[in-house]
């Protein structure tokens, strides 16, 4: 498998044979209110159906830069967002983009469980198409059940789907926010640290889920932990300080990582 | 004491502790004491002070009696009930939707400077003396109102639907509707204050799932912030109801006093806060005394029981988002 060279702003050129392009950026820069960059000049490729973890240590950009693929950044009005970032070749910050559809095309799952807690189960998995004017009960009902079977929570919620979210477990909240990701149906779908509030068991669930998905749906996850990224990726992609050090099929980077930064990150020279 | 505040304690080196300890234990549960005591001691002289008037009418005829008459010695509280509720809620229908919208305005749409300048305003508005806000109400707004709104309203009731008339009254200066305007004014900033509060409170994740689900701005109100604000708001409203039905001297000196049932909406009128604060110094007989004891000892009890009411759906608001 062969590798990129991030620093040609081609990422996606050279993803493994036989997978294609779904997201890319190409010199994507963020920078907050308070002057400081949270990414400088990313070019970076995700591809399809595939699993992407960002990895890193703590404060090097990986929230900075999975938000930008669904522009959540617009919501602070001094955060600015510089470069491309393309979903299907479309550049998502093209002026004429509307970041409602964005975010309807790019799903979000975030490291705290964010169910509504005055919704019930049903009504926490339809929120995003009742928003989109599927107001029909049958076609609620079909993708309620789809999407919780997607998330691998059905079983444990399908006799009390009108009690309220905010009533599971923890690892349960997460899989319903991930179902109420899921029930939009959208192409790409990213997590911020899923699990990291969660218990092993639930973890495990989450990742097994991950790999499920993943036959449906793009996903981009961030991870503090090395070995969740090891387990549930097949691209792994190193920030250090802002900036994107290496994209590599994971196994490779994992046995053979081609930056020196990432080979120290790694073997735990730092963290 | 807590056990947060005993381990505390017991993590100070030992000189710390000892009598000092006990001093501050003592005058602070001296001093909660004494306020949870005056309050109850207030309750039980204004009700031994009533007393006459519960005796002679009954705790209940006397809440349901419509004749208010010193002279005759007859005294019902019921035309005071009536208009402290009926005042109150016409306050709050009309203060609670704008002062609602005011607090979503700043608090979601607004630029900062903006929302600061209306939030300031607004506290402002909370600030001035309720006797300086009817002082102007007195001399210009009842009068405006009176000849510019209220006298053709009911000319044109006159000749077109005399039913409509009678229920609207002949207009006097002071009357319940100018009454209820001032007092939906005086409650604004409240309702606005606690609303806020409310909408403050919705975290920053709620809004964030909200958005990422592909949500407008005004669906992230509406799915996300309005629900999660919700009971907060509700308490925020019924906090404000509290302070409208205790609230005095803008009414005292805008409803035109009238002890005498039916009201009109154009014509005088009374609460129970405006029928004290008229009727204490004249009050030589002794049942005439009891009886506004008695007017005083209810509306204790109902501003009492709606703060309950509020605190019990504000603990209901925490211990239900599992928050602390
Ligand atoms: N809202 C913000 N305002 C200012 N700086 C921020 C903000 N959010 C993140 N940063 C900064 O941007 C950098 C990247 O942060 P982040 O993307 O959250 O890192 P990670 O997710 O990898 O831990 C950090 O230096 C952080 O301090
Ligand atoms: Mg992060």
Not at chain 1, 149 to 160: N, S, T
Not at chain 2, 263 to 283: D, K, Q
Request: net charge neutral.
């Amino acid at each position: 498998m062969d590798t990129i060279n991030v620093k040609d702003k081609d990422a996606g050129a050279t993803l493994a044979a036989g997978d294609e392009l779904r997201m890319e950026t190409v010199g994507l820069s963020v920078r907050y209110g308070t002057g400081n960059y949270g990414i400088r000049d990313v070019s970076m490729a995700v591809a399809d159906k595939r699993v992407t973890a960002l990895i890193g240590p703590s404060g090097c950009g990986k929230s900075t830069f999975l938000r930008s693929l669904n522009r959540m950044h617009d919501l602070a009005p001094d955060i600015t967002v510089t470069g491309q970032a393309f979903l299907d070749g479309e550049d998502l910050y093209a002026p004429d983009m509307d970041a409602v559809l964005v975010r309807r095309r790019v799903g979000m799952v975030f490291q705290k469980p964010t169910p509504f807690p005055t919704k019930s189960i049903y009504e926490n998995v339809c929120a995003g198409l009742r928003l989109v004017g599927v107001n029909k009960k049958a076609t609620l009902d079909e993708a309620v059940e789809r999407s919780l079977r997607g998330a691998a929570l059905w079983d444990e919620v399908k006799d009390r789907l009108k009690t309220p979210g905010g009533s599971l477990s923890g690892g349960q909240q997460q899989r319903l926010c991930i179902a109420r990701a899921l029930a939009v149906e959208p192409e790409v779908l990213l997590m911020d640290e899923p699990t990291s509030s969660l218990d092993p068991n639930a973890t495990i669930r989450i990742e097994q889920l991950i790999h499920e998905l993943k036959e449906q749906v793009t996903i981009v996850i961030v991870t503090h932990n090395m070995h969740q990224a090891a387990r549930v990726s097949d691209y792994t992609a190193f920030f250090y300080v802002g900036e994107l050090v290496e994209l590599s099929a994971t196994k490779e980077m994992f046995l053979k990582p081609r930056e020196k930064k990432t080979e120290e990150y790694l073997t735990g020279f730092f963290s | 004491m807590g056990p947060a505040q005993k381990s505390a304690a017991a993590a100070l080196p030992r000189a710390f502790r000892g009598p000092g300890d006990r001093v501050f234990k003592y005058a602070i549960v001296g001093l909660s004491s004494a306020v949870v005591a005056l309050a109850l001691v207030m309750a039980v002289v204004i009700y031994i002070e009533a007393r006459p008037t519960f005796k002679a009418f009954g705790y209940l005829s006397f809440l349901t009696e419509t004749t208010w008459d010193p002279v005759k010695s007859i005294h019902g509280a019921l035309p005071f009930i009536i208009g402290t509720f009926v005042t109150s809620f016409a306050a709050l229908a009309l203060a609670a939707i704008p002062a609602i919208a005011v607090a979503i305005f700043t608090s979601e749409y607004a630029p900062k400077w903006l929302a600061a300048v209306i939030n300031y305003t607004v506290d402002l508005l909370a600030a001035i003396p309720s006797v300086v806000v009817g002082l102007w109400a007195i001399f210009n707004f009842a009068p405006l109102m009176r000849d510019a709104v209220y006298m053709p309203i009911y000319l044109w009731a006159e000749a077109s639907a005399p039913w409509l008339a009678t229920m609207l009254g002949a207009p006097s200066t002071f009357n319940m509707t100018t009454g209820t305007i001032v007092l939906a004014l005086m409650i604004v900033p409240y309702t606005v204050a606690l609303s806020r509060d409310a909408i403050g409170q919705v975290p920053r994740d709620q809004r964030e799932a909200m958005w990422a689900l592909g949500a407008t701005k005004w669906e992230v109100i509406r799915q996300a912030v309005i629900p999660y604000a919700r009971t907060g708001i509700a308490a925020g409203v019924l906090l404000s109801l509290a302070r409208a039905l205790g609230e005095t001297m803008a009414l005292a000196m805008l409803i035109g006093n009238s002890n005498r049932l039916p009201f009109t909406l154009f014509g005088p009128a009374a609460t129970m806060p405006s029928l004290i604060i008229n009727e204490f110094r004249e009050a030589v007989e002794p049942l005439h005394y009891s009886s506004i004891m008695a007017v005083g000892f209810y509306l204790f009890i109902i501003t009492i029981g709606i703060n309950l009411v509020t605190s019990f759906v504000q603990r209901k608001l925490y211990m239900g988002r599992g928050m602390v």
